[in-house]
């Protein structure tokens, strides 16, 4: 088996594992979620169980809920695996890490595929289209890292722009997929995806919403007038320099990645990070990946709050540099924290205008965005984040 | 020794604990706050070290602020020390957790005892003082079960009530003993709340904002109308009922608890819960300690999210039920889950209404309010809690 191969088959495991995660939200979330809380309620004493003789229905609607949602991830396994042939013996078992990943999707699907969300998406889209709108769509060519189910990619291709999405998740990739190729109607399937969340409900049925999804016409997608595509693998590792970028859990010297990089540059007339920017554990690499992929004169749009992922990490990776030519590796610093660079709005936007030849376009700070919020009347969920809007034009010779 | 004063032992020992957290701040948060970014600085490569060539600077600054707080701590610790005498071959090595808490506290302070911060306390204090204010004061007898560091106390006795706070937690008793006690002077000291948060801010300044505390004469307690006292331990356990209550890690069995608990039974004319309804892991317990404490017509007002702090805990507890002449114990379940019992407000409202003689008087939902917030200009962070609001009143015999 060939280096290539051997990355396809470590590939193929990692989708493997994810898709035994799906075919495993029934038994997890059924043990983890709602087998603890049965077990709560019997636990108590006969005089507090007449004091809330309604929680056993509860209870029993919080069981077809995690049932309901297990036939919509059985049916994004079911079309992921006409993909990709599952080698049983080879299969690792879905960690903890895993299942909570797939419990997440659940906020992503509604976020990015439901008619109650809306509201939430327009947040965002509505300041990025209002900008999009002074370029022309077939000649713009747009990079979204990070663009996770994929809604984005529609809804501009759709606009008539070309899009290409990065996606380091295969939780995301999977789900993307799913949106994108499995041919849905409109309202086809309905998940529950607030039954992960118990606390700030104003009634129980709030939490117990079913939503439908998707809100679009799946096929709808086929006429769209712009191309769509979607790379998989970490930002930094597909479109970063070739030069100058120190080797880490996020970037990797092969000869594959290598070509992806040289492709890259320079190829970009608009770059989309919206809800992306804060979960590197190196921001800087992330802002040479996008002057590396922008072509001059070409944009920078941002949205979403900086709620850096790796601020509380422990965790420590090793990076070091390397010679092109040589393969020597030097500076190497094998216990760098993930955690540290937690750039604030002012520094990333004066890093972007005095050292990397970006000119500010606009900027706004504290929009306040739902994210994955239910939306009934008198919704007490929690508020969501407080987000930074902003669109820098790179002008490398100083030109506008 | 005996028993009391083997509670009296281990209770000094619980004190030394969070007072030696106090004294290892500096280190502590030098260690894992600071360092670890330093580290990371030094990790990346020149040319991105000359991309953010400020970020020494402020690393120094994050320093010093470090260096301030742990001057706060100190004189915290000095304080509660003059009240417990500690044997250093006795003393438990402070936990992360109790590190981690004594980081938290900034947060409980700023929000307490700044004027930063007022608008954040007006937020639940306008609603309870519109309230109070149909009542006589000198002949009102509040209990503020999770009175944290006693502000909420100090106000309500300024207005003339008999405040009583109950508080489970020692990193709060000190701070509260010291706010209370020590005598302080009108903006003595100054703290760094912000800085063990790394995201959201939209300038570097804002994390590394002073605060002044506090933010009233200290001493003016002193000259408070109304009485003013707090008793340390479980809500549950200090004022919970003496029969059918099961027991668990918050509540005990001892002759002395017993006779506090008898003693609160038809005590109080009013109590208030902010921001700690959901901090238990049996809201029931909490509800028939509610009831077992106020007098006839008595007043149950509550502020604050339903934040179950125990929603996402896989650990259990053993709880059992115990036959109060024998000693015989009953019904035991020796992991019952910590999760569990997270209920709606609807929920709460109605167990209250329904089966334990309240009536409701005011409702309110969905009341955005900060917590611990910066609120410089332009601040973008995180905006807070959806917070309920209601006030009950108990009438056993359908008395209104």
């Known amino acids: 088996m060939d280096g290539h191969n051997l990355a396809g088959q470590r590939e193929n495991n990692a989708v493997a594992q994810v898709i035994i995660s799906f075919l495993k939200y029934e038994e997890y979330a059924l043990k983890e979620v709602y087998s603890l809380r049965v077990k709560k309620w019997e636990s108590i004493s006969e005089r507090q169980k007449g004091m809330i003789p309604n929680y056993t229905e509860y209870l029993a609607n919080l069981k077809t809920s995690i049932q309901e949602n297990a036939k919509f991830f059985k049916s994004v396994a079911e079309y992921a695996m006409q993909s990709i042939k599952i080698e049983p013996e080879e299969i690792v078992r879905p960690s903890d890490m895993d299942m909570s990943k797939t419990c997440s999707l659940l906020t992503q699907v509604y976020r990015e595929w439901s008619a109650e969300a809306i509201s939430e998406r327009c947040c965002s889209h509505s300041r990025l289209i209002q900008f999009l709108r002074t370029v022309e769509p077939s000649k713009t060519d747009i990079l979204i890292p990070g663009c996770g189910t994929g809604r984005l990619l529609v809804d501009l291709s759709q606009l008539g722009y070309n899009c290409e999405g990065n996606e380091y998740s295969y939780h995301m990739l999977l789900v993307s997929q799913y949106f994108l190729n499995a041919g849905l109607t409109q309202n086809q399937a309905i998940i529950y995806p607030f039954i992960h969340c118990f606390s700030h409900w104003k009634g129980n049925e709030d939490q117990l919403t079913p939503i439908k999804i998707p809100d ?89 709050p900086l709620l850096y992922h790796f601020e509380s990490d422990h965790g420590v990776e090793t990076t070091y540099e390397v010679n092109p030519y040589s393969g020597f590796q030097d500076k190497i610093n094998d216990s760098t924290p993930l955690m540290g660079l937690e750039l604030s709005s002012d520094a990333i936007i004066s890093i972007a205008t005095n050292r990397l030849n970006f000119k500010l376009i606009q900027r706004e700070s504290g929009i306040l965005s739902g994210y994955g919020r239910y939306t009934g009347p008198e919704s007490c969920a929690m508020p969501g984040y407080m987000c930074h809007f902003w669109v820098l034009k790179w002008t490398p010779s100083g030109e506008l």
């Open 216 to 304: 679009i016409e799946a096929d709808s997608l086929k006429k769209g007038m712009g191309s769509m595509s979607i790379c998989a693998g970490s930002f930094v590792d597909c479109y970063g320099r070739n030069q100058g970028t120190k080797i880490s859990s996020h970037y990797t010297f092969s000869k594959r990645m290598q070509m992806s990089r040289a492709k890259a540059e320079n190829s970009k007339d608009v770059v989309i990070t919206q809800f992306f920017i804060d979960t590197g554990p190196n921001i800087l690499d992330y802002l040479d990946t996008i002057v590396h992929v922008l072509k001059p004169g070409g944009i920078w749009c941002n949205f979403g």
